[in-house]
Nanobody, 121 residues
């Protein structure tokens, strides 16, 4: 069964750092664009960062210069290094994959279950 398994979230003080990881499991052959979205209470889900198979990267303006996205295709994993965290970064963070091919076939628009990031003193 194909799943996106997220880890690394938690509670951190303003100015601190966290590193999120998301691994695609389930006999994955390959993935295309991988990314992170977030949703704060009362707000719409928004793109935080994405990275294509060829390494093209996109960031939300609010995280540029603070967050870094990367991927390890051998591990089928995408990372989000978050530095200089602010209270407004508090949200549920969701991993997303545009397309993947696995032993179960082709899937698109695949989402993780989400993981809570809280920035507070």
């Amino acid at each position: 069964q194909v799943q996106l398994v997220e880890s690394g979230a938690g509670l951190v003080q303003p100015g601190g750092s966290l590193r999120l990881s998301c691994t695609a499991t389930g006999s994955i052959f390959s993935t295309t664009t991988m990314g992170w979205y977030r949703q704060a209470p009362g707000k719409q889900r928004e793109l935080v960062a994405s990275i294509s198979l060829l390494g093209r990267i996109e960031y939300a303006d609010s995280v540029k210069g603070r967050f870094t996205i990367s991927r390890d295709d051998a591990k089928k994993t995408v990372y989000l290094q978050m530095n200089s965290l602010k209270p407004e970064d508090t949200a549920i963070y969701y991993c997303h994959v545009d397309e993947l091919w696995s032993g179960s076939g082709y899937k698109n628009d695949v989402w993780g279950k989400g993981t809570q990031v809280t920035v507070a003193s």
